[in-house]
């Protein structure tokens, strides 16, 4: 919920330094390109660009850029010029409801 297409600044949830060490989670750098892969036809394709270090959770893929090839801003206003390939590629892989909302 807290992908809107833009720079996620702020999130309601956290998770602990105990969890990051007990778990396969990890932080992504500030500048990463986060794109919603499944939780209903709404979230698919959603996208944000992280503000600071921070975890994501498995609905999400991160796409780390290097900075000197691409412009995380870049990437992100052209993955959000092309939301209906996203989704495609996501409902191809499940079964959700595929028409326009």
């Known amino acids: 919920m807290d992908l809107s297409n833009d720079v996620v600044d702020r999130t309601d949830e956290r998770i602990t330094d105990a969890a990051l060490k007990e778990s396969p989670c990890r932080l992504f750098p500030?500048?990463?390109?986060?794109?919603?892969m499944?939780?209903?036809f709404k979230q698919?394709?959603?996208t944000g660009v992280l503000a600071e270090e921070s975890?994501?959770?498995?609905?999400?893929s991160a796409?780390?850029?290097d900075r000197a090839q691409a412009d995380p801003m870049?990437?992100?206003?052209?993955?959000?010029g092309h939301v209906?390939?996203?989704r495609s590629y996501a409902a191809s892989s499940r079964k959700i409801r595929t028409s326009p909302e």
């Open 84 to 86: 209906g390939l996203w």
């Open 74 to 80: 870049f990437v992100l206003h052209w993955l959000n």
């Open 44 to 46: 698919i394709g959603r």
């Open 30 to 36: 500030r500048g990463t390109v986060l794109v919603a």
């Open 55 to 60: 975890a994501v959770n498995q609905a999400i």
């Open 38 to 40: 499944y939780g209903g």
């Open 63 to 65: 796409i780390e850029l």
